[in-house]
């Protein structure tokens, strides 16, 4: 990668395989330099998997519970610092049959 001399911006090559400034510096370069210098081949992965979760499904840790509203045997939990970082945190639990949340502090 070149730099300018003028002004120290990064010098990228256009379709003709010239190096063109903003401040008006111009050089030329091959194709091989910048098949050398300008070419960069990282890791693809074409197949990235996408969840898509509405509020019905959450991708969130589950585990049987027993909901106090509708008798629900399946909720969600997660895990926030509600207060100082020197006291526990606070779990909460989401049924998944009606939604009913509550908070556990330990």
Do not use: H
Not at 26 to 35: A, G, H, L, P, T
Not at 36 to 41: R, T, V
Not at 67 to 90: F, I
């Amino acid at each position: 990668m070149e730099f300018c001399p003028k002004c120290g911006k990064i010098l990228l090559p256009d379709k003709d395989g010239n190096l063109k400034c903003s401040c008006g510096y111009e050089d030329s370069i091959s194709d091989e330099e910048v098949k050398e210098q300008y070419s960069f081949e990282g890791e693809t992965n074409p197949q990235q998997e996408v969840i898509v979760t509405d509020k019905k499904s959450t991708a969130m840790p589950t585990k049987k519970i027993t909901c106090y509203k509708c008798g629900g045997t399946e909720g969600v939990w997660w895990v926030l610092q509600t207060r100082s970082a020197d006291e526990a945190p606070t779990y909460f639990i989401r049924c998944t049959n009606c939604g009913n949340t509550w908070r556990q502090s330990n």
